[in-house]
């Protein structure tokens, strides 16, 4: 399985991400192992979603941060 995760940071923006293990990516995410987020944490999971394929996961990240994906987000 594939997941997509939205995360809030502590500065209230969100970082998008996906992975094939939850768990470890958001503990990589809270001991400041990514780049993007190190600067900005602690963080704080707000949604996910499984997806049965990596392509299908990528896609839906891709669109998580398109416009249309800034709706569905602010929605959740």
Known sequence: MYYVYL????NGEYYTGSTSNLEN????HQKGKNKSTKFLRPVRLVWSASFETRKLAEDFEKYLNSSSGFAFRNKR
């Open 7 to 10: 995360i809030k940071l502590n």
């Open 25 to 28: 990516r958001l503990l990589d």
